[in-house]
């Protein structure tokens, strides 16, 4: 979910003391931000995974599985729509993910386009065209010389919601 930030200032006439969502605290700024229908001291708006503060950097913030992301941690961990590149479903945010040249996939989909086999983690792949193909089965694998595989080859690692 995109969020919105505000940053508010304090008028001439001081408003009734409100609390932080992030520490309790009441907020006695001169500033505060107002996301995710509630209020925040500036200090206290950070994102769930690097920590930067989410007024500093930009006016927008994304929330999903409990977390406040600022955008960049956003698209690392689920891709820029959120959804899976093979299957174009949501990936929760507390599902194991894979990962190939920028594109997240579940894990039940990330598998080779000609045997059908799930790739596991350690597994080499070959990601041709926004194609997985398994070590096995790359196209043109029997005309390739020894020194070309090495230009098309990726381990697979997972990735988790943890930053």
Not at 53 to 73: E, V
Not at 131 to 145: K, S
Request: hydrophobic letters at 35%; aromatic letters at 8%.
């Amino acid at each position: 979910m995109v969020n919105n930030m505000v940053n508010s200032q304090a008028s001439g006439i001081p408003p009734a003391p409100r609390s932080c969502a992030g520490c309790g605290g009441k907020i006695a700024d001169r500033f505060l931000l107002f996301s995710m229908e509630r209020y925040w001291h500036t200090r206290c708006l950070k994102c769930s995974c690097c920590q930067a503060q989410l007024g500093d950097i930009g006016t927008t913030c994304y929330s999903k599985g409990g977390m406040i992301l600022c955008r960049s941690d956003y698209i690392r961990l689920f891709g820029h729509s959120g959804a899976c590149s093979a299957c174009g479903q949501s990936i929760p945010a507390n599902e194991m993910v894979m990962r190939a040249q920028g594109n997240v996939y579940h894990l039940k989909c990330f598998s080779c386009a000609t045997c059908r086999n799930r790739l596991m983690p350690g597994d080499r792949f070959h990601y041709i065209n926004g194609t997985i193909f398994c070590e096995h089965d790359r196209p043109g694998a029997a005309l390739l010389n020894s020194h070309l595989p090495s230009l098309q080859s990726n381990s697979v690692l997972t990735d988790q919601k943890v930053c």
